[in-house]
């Protein structure tokens, strides 16, 4: 899971718990989700990734098809160099020579350049892209816990799987909590293609 949706989860789980408690009422309702497996598990989620992953490739299939360039250029500067060594040659020709090389480096850097600037543009689009997907995720989970909540009279609802600065979990006991993960889980993927279950293909390596 990447730092900024990690610190999607952070402000999912700050703003989870769900309603209060009047002076009337003796017994407090209480129930828990676990919003990191109900994340994972929903089949958005996988489908979201899948997309991200076809981008990344198409990025990845672009900056080798760059490089393919630059290292043509390496090797065009290697076999000049090789050839201004040949002590035959005329001074007129060496010059050429040298000019055709340095012509050659500095095309090479310039590519290189603009092959860096075009991954650093399209790995924060990207990046962000990503965000705005699983924010929207998070947000339609988080939804749908309110409502049951809503539904079901609870009181509170905590995030079992939140945890603190210092890694410790934030809900370490509750009597007479109901677990609703499992029911909350089957609406999320009640609408799920049939072949959103698939093993999640890996991510391509990020480009340098």
């Avoid at 089949?43 to 990025?59: D, H, L, P, S």
């Avoid at 990207?126 to 309110?146: A, P, T």
């Avoid at 609870?154 to 007479?176: A, E, I, N």
């Amino acid at each position: 899971m990447t730092l900024h949706i990690r610190q999607l989860f952070a402000v999912a789980v700050a703003t989870l718990l769900i309603g209060s408690v009047s002076a009337q009422e003796t017994k407090i309702k209480i129930a828990t989700v676990d919003m990191a497996l109900l994340f994972k598990e929903y089949y958005k989620t996988g489908i979201a990734q899948q997309e991200i992953n076809v981008e990344r490739a198409r990025i990845q299939k672009d900056n080798n098809e760059k490089l393919t360039s630059i290292r043509q250029i390496e090797s065009d500067i290697r076999t000049l160099k090789q050839q201004s060594e040949d002590p035959s040659l005329s001074d007129q020709k060496k010059s050429q020579i040298y000019k055709d090389y340095q012509a050659k480096y500095q095309e090479g850097i310039q590519l290189d350049k603009e092959r860096r600037e075009f991954l650093g543009r399209k790995d924060k689009a990207l990046n962000e892209k990503m965000v705005q997907r699983m924010r929207g995720i998070l947000d339609e989970i988080r939804k749908l816990v309110e409502e049951r909540a809503k539904a079901e009279s609870y009181d509170y609802v905590f995030d079992k799987s939140g945890m603190s600065t210092s890694q410790v979990p934030f809900l370490l006991y509750t009597k007479d909590a109901t677990e609703i993960t499992s029911s909350l889980l089957k609406d999320l993927n009640k609408d799920a293609p049939a072949d959103s279950g698939d093993k999640e293909e890996e991510a391509p390596a990020k480009a340098e």
